[in-house]
């Protein structure tokens, strides 16, 4: 299975969840590839560094 958007609707929906929701977005896309190794983190940032 993969991870398509077909329509505007399913385009904001997404969105919608990546902003709310980021490591859930990311895990939720990222469960859709062939891993060798699960990863550890799914998302890491630091809006402090510039």
Known sequence: MSYTIKTAEQYQQAYTHSIEDP?????EVAGH??????WDKVLEWDFQKT
């Open 23 to 27: 490591e859930g977005f990311w895990a």
């Open 33 to 38: 590839f062939s891993w060798q190794k699960p």
